[in-house]
């Protein structure tokens, strides 16, 4: 349940004439028996004839000695509309035109949605949401296309529901001397997206980015500027929108928004180990999330501008991280202690191999976690040095050199 619209400046005189109205997104009726409405200063309960709001319907909530019959939306409202009214003449304190905010409660109290203006619409126009389902962020409100509004129906700048298809793939925010900053993004989708009015943010300064028509399975680089490019691939897609931020090497969040100020995809890199200079930071699954263990340093200088990550793929990734051994000379064999780490993005396990022969299964390990494993080995017959070599046995290890 979302509050859709809101009038907040009536034309004329503002009562009885303010409304607020609520959109059942959900694929359930709700009962909003006991449900509560108010702003920062009051709260009232909601009644009607009929509380139950099924699947897709509206109810428009309107002041306690608002008239539907002869008031200013008589005749604006579609058939079946639901009527509510607060329990007085007020829609909490009565809704400020400069700032003031709106609570929905349900009725155990918890607050179901809520949302906020700086300041009114025009006198007359509604701020209607845009996407109904996505958060409230001020550039998810538009003053209505017209006058009084869209009580009881779909909203005047309803916007399309922007799949979050389009993602932050790799990042450079400590260049070699002389390069730009640059962000790639990368269309998993199978539609072509146009970047036209979309955001890149850090956490103080954003560019608006040009129209772009961005492929499936595209990479569009995003730079700073174009005068040093040191190690890149020719030919690759670059724009360099005006007001690039500037990307902090001790961490920063990096966002990325569409034209309805929808954020589609956001990376904070704030915890991550700092890349050494002239390395970039590149994701592993370029459709999974953006925690830690996606994300690692390029394997080559100068990063993958524009070209599929040096680190994808690596998600099955057993370590062999060292090995200590102790001899019993009454045994005449050595105990040998492995000590193994799963640096994949998935849990895996498998065996530990000694000069050819298996010795020990290593047990499923989550990502991250480790383990230690143990065998003994009673060496041939031999004069000096001891040779004896250990290794992992896992289908489709992305690193054999670990």
């Given amino acids: 349940m979302v509050i859709s619209e809101v009038m907040i400046d009536p034309q004329g005189t503002d009562s009885p004439n303010e409304f607020v109205e609520l959109t059942n997104i959900s694929d359930e ?5 006991g449900w509560r409405l108010g702003d920062l200063n009051s709260t009232d309960e909601l009644s009607s004839d009929s509380l139950i709001l099924w699947p897709g319907e509206y109810a428009v909530i309107f002041e306690g000695d608002y008239s539907p019959d002869s008031g200013a939306y008589a005749g604006l409202l579609p058939p079946g509309t639901h009527i509510l009214f607060v329990d007085d003449n007020s829609i909490g304190n009565g809704l400020a035109n400069s700032a003031d905010s709106l609570f929905l ?10 949302m906020g203006w700086a300041e009114a619409s025009a006198e ?5 949401k845009v996407l109904l389902g996505e958060c409230d962020t001020p550039g998810n409100w538009r003053s209505s296309l017209q006058p009084l509004g869209t009580p009881g129906n779909i909203n005047s700048v309803a916007g399309p529901v922007t799949a979050a298809v389009v993602r932050i793939s790799e990042i450079m925010y400590r260049p070699l001397s002389m390069d730009p900053e640059w962000v790639e993004v990368f269309n998993p989708s199978g539609s072509v997206i146009n970047l036209k009015q979309w955001e890149l943010w850090d ?18 680089v995003l730079a700073s500027d174009s005068t040093s490019q040191s190690g890149w691939p020719a030919g690759i897609a670059l724009v360099t929108p005006a007001g690039f931020p500037i990307l902090n090497n001790s961490g920063d969040q990096v966002t990325l928004t569409d034209p309805y100020s929808v954020v589609i ?12 200079s002239g390395i970039s930071l590149e994701k592993v699954i370029l459709t999974g999330d953006n925690r830690e263990g996606n994300w690692r340093h390029s394997r080559q200088l100068h990063g993958t501008p524009g070209a599929p990550n040096s680190v994808a793929g690596e998600v099955i990734d057993l370590a062999l991280d060292s090995l200590t051994g102790t001899f019993d000379a009454a045994a005449g064999r050595f105990e040998i202690t492995a000590f193994v780490s799963n640096a994949g993005l998935e849990a895996s396990g498998g065996r530990l191999l000694a000069d050819g022969n298996e010795v020990a299964d290593i047990d499923l390990l989550s990502p991250g976690a480790n383990a230690t494993v143990s065998f003994f080995w009673t060496p041939p017959p031999h004069y000096g040095w001891l040779e004896l070599a250990v290794w992992i046995a896992v289908a489709q290890d992305y690193d054999a050199a670990n």
Avoid: M, N
Avoid at 124 to 128: A, I, M, W
Avoid at 265 to 276: A, E
């Fill in 105 to 114: 409660r349900d009725s155990t109290g918890t607050i179901v949605d809520r």
């Fill in 203 to 220: 956490q103080t300064k954003g560019a608006t980015l040009p129209e772009y028509y961005l492929i499936p399975g595209g990479y569009l």
């Fill in 29 to 33: 009726p709700v009962d909003l028996t």
């Fill in 265 to 276: 995809d956001q990376l904070d890199y704030t915890p991550f180990p700092q890349t050494p």
């Fill in 124 to 128: 007359g126009f509604t701020l209607e």
